[in-house]
């Protein structure tokens, strides 16, 4: 059982589906949780102070969250998931537009880079002795790993999460930070990237489990990733696909 008991974490697309089922398995893990999120929310188990309502693809934003962090002293942060993210729209690639490529790219790449620098810096800056490790997890997709019809631009943003978590992970192994990605396939949740639900239901069909995944197994891998049982998992990516994978 993961034990996050007293760590600062932060979590990214906390008002979102997957968002909220990691908010909820962390704070079971006994973890103080900072959601981020574009959109205003209330979530359960997380005080007004500790929600952090801002763009995470807009840099000029990270200092909403730097002002939520130094109003309760927090000198560092122990687990940032980078989960928040937009799927842009569904077209073909000659269709793709300059602003879906910007919005996608900013919230899906440039957020998770700037927030991980934040985490990065924070963990650097604590005296080497007393240094607690950092974790960062990237959600990614199965998008990340392969074409997706209509949605390249949401494919090419989770194959560069992917490169960063690689990045990431081979800099800073012997600095403390581990850094994985967990690319979930199909949700069991509406409106997945604008795919209607009879579209939704051909491709559940596909997958060798015969179901679309729930939120909560998503969380439950995060989790894993984020704490000190995954102590030897750095640069890696889990894929939660029920098998369509395999
Ligand atoms: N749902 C799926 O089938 C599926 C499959 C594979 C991967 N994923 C990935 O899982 C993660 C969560 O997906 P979900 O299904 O919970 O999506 P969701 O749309 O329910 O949640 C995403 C959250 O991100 C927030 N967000 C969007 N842009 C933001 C910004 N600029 N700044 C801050 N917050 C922003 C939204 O407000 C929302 O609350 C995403 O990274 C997504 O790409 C989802």
Do not use: W
Request: some cysteine; charged content about 15%; glycine content about 8%.
């Amino acid at each position: 059982m993961p034990d996050l008991t007293g760590q600062v974490c932060v979590i990214t697309g906390a008002a979102g589906r997957i968002g909220r089922a990691c908010v909820a398995r962390f704070l079971e893990a006994g973890a103080r949780v900072i959601a981020v999120d574009i959109v205003q929310a209330d979530i359960e188990g997380v005080p007004a102070g500790d929600y952090v309502k801002m763009d995470q693809g807009n840099p000029s934003h990270l200092s909403i969250l730097t002002q939520c962090l130094q109003a309760s002293n927090t000198k560092h942060i122990d687990v940032l998931v980078n989960n928040g993210a937009s799927g842009g729209n569904r077209a073909p690639f000659h269709e793709k537009t300059l602003a879906e490529y910007d919005e996608v790219m900013e919230t899906n790449v440039k957020g998770p880079l700037f927030l991980s620098q934040l985490a990065i810096r924070m963990h650097l800056a604590q005296p080497e002795a007393d240094r607690h490790e950092l974790s960062i997890v990237n959600i990614a997709s199965t998008a990340g790993h392969r074409a997706t019809d209509q949605a390249s631009i949401y494919s090419m943003s989770k194959h560069a999460l992917i490169g960063m978590t690689k990045n990431v992970a081979v800099e800073y192994a012997a600095l403390g930070v581990r850094c994985n990605s967990v690319s979930p396939g199909i949700m069991n949740v509406p409106n997945v990237q604008g795919f209607s639900s009879d579209q939704l239901k051909a491709m559940t069909s596909k997958v060798p489990m015969q179901r679309g995944g729930k939120p909560s197994e998503v969380a439950n891998v995060v989790c894993f990733l984020a704490s000190a049982e995954a102590s030897y998992i750095t640069g890696t990516d889990v894929l939660v696909t029920g098998g369509s994978t395999a």
